[in-house]
C-alpha cells in the first residue's frame, strides 16, 4: 500500500478521537421528538445521529400478513443519502435490508407483541449522520421510542459495538475503527433479563479474545442502558405514581 | 405451507424430545446430518461444488471475470457473494429477487469468506486501478431442508478450491486471456457451523421442522487455526450469555470436523484411485 497506515491507538493508549479502550462516546438521546408518531427517539452517539419512529400498534395492511395470535413487528433501518461521505442512493442497499432484519429481530423478544393479535407495529429508524455503530445506536433508539409509544415490553433493549483496533481490544467503535481496524463485533442486550438480542461478528478473533470482547461489550450496555432510563424518566418522571400502579396492577 | 397451530404443537413435542437429548430424525444434539460433498458439478462455472446435509441440497458455481476495481482498492480483485432461494427448491420461495434471508445469508456467508481471508484480494489485481479479477460466488438452493447457512457456506468454499482462473498476459493496457488456467489460492478454510436454540437445549445443524420452531440461533465461522472469523445471530429468540459461549465453543468443535470432511472429499476428487 502506498498510502500511510492509519495509527489507531498512539503510544499512549489512546484512540483515534482520544478515548480509553472500554470509554464510550458522548451519549445523548431525546424521547418524544416527533409530533405524529405514537412514540419517538433521537440518538447522538458520538458523531452518529438517528432518529426513531414507531407507528402503532395499528391496522396493518396488506391484511393477510396479519398474524392470528400475537402483533407482526416490522422494522425499517434506512440511511439518508447525504449521512455519508459519498451520496448513498436512497434505493434500500442490501446492508440496509440486513440490518433492518437483524434490528427487528432484536427487539422483538422485548416486545409484548401477544397483546396485540392481528395489528402492525412499524418502527423506522433514519440515520441522519454515519460515524460507525448505526446498527447499534438504533436498536437502543428504538427500544426507548418503543417505550415512548407505551408498547408494553420485558425490557428496553441496549446494544453496543465492540471490536480489535491494532491489536486492542475497544468499546464503541467510530466510523475510522470500523473502516480500518480488525474486527467489528455489535452486540444487543436486555440487562434485565440478562439475554442477548443481537450477536454479529466480522475480522478474526481467538476464542480468549472473543470472550473479553463479549464481555466487555454487555459492561457497555449497562452504561447505555442508565443513559436510556434517565431519558425516558425525564419525559415520564413527572407522572402520577397511581397511573403508574394502575398500569402495573393491570398484569 | 405449514399451518400455526401444528408448528405449535410440533414445539411441544420437539422440546421434550430435545430436553431429554433426543430428535426427531434419531440424531444426537450435537450430530450434522449426513454431509456428501461433490466437486466440478457445473462443467460451465470456472469453479463449482454441491453439498448435500441431509435433505438439504446447495450448488454454488464460481465465476471469474475480468473487471474494474473499487475506487477505494484500486489493487484489489473483487469478491461478490449472492444467493437464489430458487423456488424449486420449497414451496415458501417464491420468484422475484432476493428477499431478506436470501441477502442475508448471501451477506454471511460474504463475510465468512473476506474475514478468514482466505482470499488474497491482492492477488487477483492485473493492472492497479484498471483491471482486477471479480470473482463472483452464486449460491443456488436446490432443496430446502433446513441449514441453510452451513451448507451454502460449505458449498462455497467448496467451489473456491475447485476454482481455476484463466493466465493472464499484460501487454501494456491490454489483458490477453491464455489458454492456461491456474487454480485459485486460498488461504484459510473458512467454515460455518449454525446452533439452534430450543428451549434450554442447544442443537447443531436444524432441519426445516427444528428451524420452525427455533428460539433463535447463531451461526459461528471458523478459521483452520480454530478462531472465529465471523458470527450471525438469527431470529427473534434470545441466548443467555453462558449459552453463546457454550455455542462459540462447539462450532470451533463441529468445524474442524466438517473441515477434515470437506479434505477429505477433496482428496478423492483429485486422486478417485485412491478413494
Known amino acids: 500500500m502506498s498510502e500511510e497506515r492509519i495509527v489507531l491507538i498512539d503510544e499512549r493508549g489512546l484512540r483515534v478521537d482520544g478515548r480509553k479502550p472500554d470509554e464510550l462516546r458522548p451519549l445523548k438521546i431525546e424521547v418524544g421528538v416527533l409530533a405524529n408518531a405514537n412514540g419517538s427517539a433521537y440518538i447522538e452517539q458520538g458523531k452518529s445521529k438517528l432518529l426513531v419512529a414507531v407507528y402503532g400498534p395499528r391496522e396493518l395492511h396488506p391484511k393477510h400478513l396479519a398474524l392470528p395470535d400475537r402483533a407482526l413487528l416490522r422494522c425499517r433501518y434506512h440511511m439518508a443519502p447525504f449521512s455519508v461521505e459519498e451520496r448513498k442512493s436512497p434505493a434500500p442497499s442490501r446492508r440496509e435490508i440486513e440490518l433492518s432484519k437483524v434490528i427487528r429481530e432484536a427487539l422483538e423478544p422485548a416486545i409484548l407483541l401477544d397483546r396485540f393479535p392481528r395489528t402492525a407495529i412499524d418502527v423506522f429508524i433514519e440515520v441522519l449522520e454515519a460515524d460507525g455503530g448505526t446498527r447499534c445506536a438504533a436498536v437502543t433508539a428504538a427500544s426507548v421510542a418503543l417505550a415512548d409509544a407505551g408498547i408494553p415490553m420485558r425490557d428496553l433493549v441496549v446494544a453496543c459495538a465492540v471490536g480489535k483496533v491494532d491489536g486492542q481490544i475497544v468499546v464503541d467503535l467510530c466510523d475510522l475503527e470500523d473502516k480500518y481496524g480488525e474486527v467489528d463485533m455489535p452486540v444487543a442486550y436486555m440487562p434485565s433479563k440478562g439475554v442477548v438480542t443481537l450477536l454479529q461478528m466480522d475480522g478474526i478473533l481467538t476464542r480468549e479474545e472473543f470472550e473479553k470482547a463479549f464481555k466487555m461489550a454487555l459492561e457497555a450496555c449497562e452504561k447505555i442502558y442508565q443513559v436510556q432510563k434517565d431519558a425516558l424518566r425525564r419525559k415520564f418522571g413527572g407522572v402520577q405514581e397511581e397511573s403508574v400502579e394502575e398500569v402495573s396492577g393491570d398484569k | ?275
Open chain 2, 1 to 275: 405451507m405449514i399451518s400455526k397451530v401444528p408448528v405449535n404443537l410440533n414445539k411441544a413435542y420437539l422440546l421434550n424430545l430435545a430436553s431429554k437429548g433426543a430428535r426427531i430424525d434419531g440424531r444426537g444434539l450435537k450430530d450434522y446430518r449426513p454431509i456428501s460433498i461433490e466437486f466440478g458439478v457445473a462443467g460451465k462455472a470456472d469453479g463449482s461444488a454441491g453439498v448435500r446435509i441431509g435433505n438439504t441440497y446447495v450448488m454454488v458455481g464460481v465465476k471469474a471475470e475480468i473487471g474494474t476495481p473499487f475506487s477505494d482498492t484500486p489493487d484489489e480483485g473483487v469478491l461478490m457473494v449472492n444467493a437464489e432461494f430458487v423456488p424449486l427448491a420449497s414451496p415458501s420461495f417464491e420468484p422475484g429477487p432476493p428477499d431478506e434471508n436470501a441477502i442475508e445469508l448471501a451477506r454471511v456467508v460474504d463475510r465468512g469468506i473476506r474475514k478468514s481471508e482466505a482470499i488474497n484480494l491482492k492477488d487477483l489485481c492485473i493492472i492497479p486501478g484498471k483491471k482486477v479479477w471479480m470473482i463472483w460466488v452464486d449460491i443456488y438452493v436446490l432443496d430446502y431442508n433446513g441449514n441453510l447457512m452451513d451448507a451454502s457456506a460449505l458449498a462455497a468454499l467448496a467451489a473456491l478450491m475447485d476454482t481455476k482462473i484463466p493466465v493472464v498476459k499484460v501487454d501494456g493496457e491490454e489483458v490477453i486471456i491464455t489458454e492456461d488456467r491456474k487454480p485459485l489460492e486460498l488461504r484459510d478454510y473458512p467454515i460455518a457451523v449454525t446452533i439452534g436454540k430450543l428451549g434450554q437445549s442447544l442443537i447443531v445443524d436444524p432441519t426445516l421442522e427444528e428451524e420452525n420452531v427455533l428460539d433463535c440461533r447463531l451461526t459461528v465461522f471458523t478459521t483452520k487455526d480454530g478462531n472465529t472469523c465471523a458470527f450471525q445471530k438469527a431470529f427473534p429468540g434470545v441466548f443467555t450469555p453462558e449459552e453463546i459461549l457454550e455455542a462459540v465453543d462447539l462450532a470451533i468443535e463441529k468445524g474442524k470436523e466438517l473441515r477434515s470432511k470437506l479434505f477429505e472429499a477433496y482428496e478423492k476428487f483429485k486422486e478417485p484411485s485412491k478413494g
